[in-house]
Nanobody, 114 residues
Framework: VQLQASGGGLVQTGGSLRLSCAASGSIFNINSMGWYRQAPGNQRALVGSITSGGSKHYADSVKGRCTISRDNGKNTMYLELNSLKADDTGVYYC?????????WGQGTQVTVSS
C-alpha cells in the first residue's frame, strides 16, 4: 500500500490550497483517514479526519476553513483549506488507519507567506 500526497507549495496568506492523497494497493478494514501536519519545531498534529462511515472531524485551528473529502472511485482523498494563515505552514501528511495498522503518505510541504 502506498499513499502519494501532492498539492503543496507556497501560498499567500488568505489564499486557499487543495491537497490530494492517492492510494494504491489493496486496503482492507479502513477505520478512518485524514491529514496531519507538522509545523517546524512541533509535533505532528491532526488536521482532520473522515471515518469509514463518513463522519468528519476537524481540529479547532482549522474548523470552518477546512474540508476533507474522498473520491472512492479514484482512491483519492482531498484536503481543502481556505483563509490560510502563517500558522498553517508545515508538512502535511495523509494517513489511512486500518485494523491493525496505519499507513502514511510521504508528506507535502505547505508554506503560507505574505
Amino acid at each position: 500500500v502506498q499513499l502519494q500526497a501532492s498539492g503543496g507549495g507556497l501560498v499567500q496568506t488568505g489564499g486557499s490550497l487543495r491537497l490530494s492523497c492517492a492510494a494504491s494497493g489493496s486496503i482492507f478494514n479502513i477505520n478512518s483517514m485524514g491529514w496531519y501536519r507538522q509545523a517546524p519545531g512541533n509535533q505532528r498534529a491532526l488536521v482532520g479526519s473522515i471515518t469509514s462511515g463518513g463522519s468528519k472531524h476537524y481540529a479547532d485551528s482549522v474548523k470552518g476553513r477546512c474540508t476533507i473529502s474522498r473520491d472512492n472511485g479514484k482512491n483519492t482523498m482531498y484536503l481543502e483549506l481556505n483563509s490560510l494563515k502563517a500558522d498553517d505552514t508545515g508538512v502535511y501528511y495523509c494517513y489511512i488507519q486500518t485494523i491493525p495498522r496505519m499507513y502514511w503518505g510521504q508528506g507535502t510541504q505547505v508554506t503560507v507567506s505574505s
